[in-house]
């Protein structure tokens, strides 16, 4: 019997190592990993460029606590100034963290309590993200929920009119909705959100945990728009597997974050900033984003064209190498039979699949996964 809480339903697959694109398990099978980890080892698995910085580290220091300056924090806050539109980073741990920090930010600069948030979305498993998720399905037999979050309709702005008022605070959304089903906002939408928000004098925070550090082919997600985020959430992928989160945010909410307003024990750790560091490097940089964006329209125009004729796929949508595959019909089978064929699959809710591969993806791993993709839905 297992010691863990049952919290996950796992597949039968038990990992003994990783390298790039391939984990193996403890019988030796290989598998193509197209999840990243749920998005999170977008450089592949033990990078060898983010593992000689973490090794580096490893031998200066591991901890000293937040009540002393740390070089390497204030280069990786920098560099995530320098690559958004924000100005100011608090480091957390994961991506729940990071939102409650953007919570409270939030609240605190404008003195009001509402957070208007989405149906689909998902934002964390704290008390105050599990109030921002909106899915009744994460918040069911925990009790009271954080008040004040309200949710409105993806893509449509007259939901986001009836919920606004003189109360609210932010608005809080991914701009691709990840376990909600891999659905990207459209343009219009976000810039009547945009008007509503300077109108209300509300801040938008935008949750780039899953769309962040390069996985939609641009540093972060919102890039795909005119926006300007007021606070920008990120975690995953910024550690490539080490846990991190960061919040980022405008200069001029520096005030509400003073000394003893928020922390974190772990926050900014040097190994998880090693990491960070090194991702950063390789990232953001022209040459690899728009490969990750060639690689994704071909990853796309190859499933569009090699699963046409399939019955059950309704739509394939995405950005990049975030991609969701629709179907009418429930996939958790196909994800299995996947993993019988040697790939690492993820699916959003029921019904759709979901492909996060790491942006080293090849060409040829591309070509090999869309046709057992195509096999397996075939069947
Ligand atoms: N926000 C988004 C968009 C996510 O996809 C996730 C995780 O899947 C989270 C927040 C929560 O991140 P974490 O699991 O690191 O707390």
């Known amino acids: 019997m297992s010691s863990i809480f049952p919290t996950y339903a796992r597949f039968d697959v038990e990992i003994e190592s990783a390298t790039g694109m391939k984990i193996t398990d403890t019988s030796g099978k290989t598998y193509l990993d197209f999840t990243s980890g749920i998005g999170v080892c977008n450089l592949g698995h033990r990078h060898p460029h983010v593992q000689t910085q973490i090794e580096s580290q490893l031998n200066k220091y591991w901890h000293t606590s937040n009540l002393y300056y740390n070089p390497i924090q204030e280069r990786v806050a920098k560099a995530l100034t320098e690559k958004s539109s924000g100005d100011l980073v608090f480091f957390a741990n994961s991506g729940a963290e990071a939102n409650e920090a953007a919570i409270k930010l939030a609240r605190k600069v404008t003195g009001k309590e509402k957070v208007i948030t989405f149906n689909q979305s998902f934002h964390g498993r704290t008390f105050a993200t599990m109030a921002a998720t909106g899915q009744d399905k994460v918040r ?184 969701g595959i629709e179907c009418n019909k429930e996939v958790g089978t196909y994800v299995k039979e996947l ?13 759709v699949l979901r492909l996060l591969p790491p942006l080293i993806v090849t060409y040829e791993e591309i070509d090999k996964v869309v046709e057992l993709i195509k096999k397996a839905l075939s069947e």
Do not use: C, W
Not at 263 to 272: D, E, L, Q, R, Y
Not at 339 to 351: E, F, K, P, W
């Open 140 to 323: 069911e037999g925990f009790g009271p929920m954080l008040e004040k979050f309200a949710y409105a309709t993806y893509n449509d702005i007259e939901s986001v009119k009836q919920l606004i008022d003189s109360d609210t605070a932010a608005i809080m959304f991914e701009s691709i909705q990840g376990e909600g089903g891999v659905i990207p906002a459209n343009q219009h939408f976000i810039d009547e959100l945009v008007e509503l928000a300077k109108k209300h004098e509300v801040l938008i925070i935008i949750d780039e945990i899953q769309t962040g550090i390069g996985r939609t082919g641009k540093g972060f997600g919102y890039e795909h728009y005119s926006l300007d985020p007021d606070i920008i959430t990120v975690a995953k992928g910024l550690g490539n597997g080490i846990p991190i989160g960061a919040m980022i945010a405008k200069e001029k909410y520096k005030e509400s974050f003073g000394p003893g307003s928020h922390g974190s024990t772990f926050g900014g750790n040097p190994i998880a900033m090693a990491a960070a560091e090194a991702v950063i490097e390789k990232v953001f940089n022209q040459t690899f984003l728009k490969e990750v964006e060639a690689k994704g329209d071909y990853l796309t125009t190859q499933l569009t064209e090699e699963l046409k004729d399939i019955q059950i796929v309704k739509e394939i949508r995405g950005k990049g190498l975030m991609i």
């Open 339 to 351: 993993i019988n064929q040697g790939v690492l699959i993820l699916s959003a809710g029921t019904h």
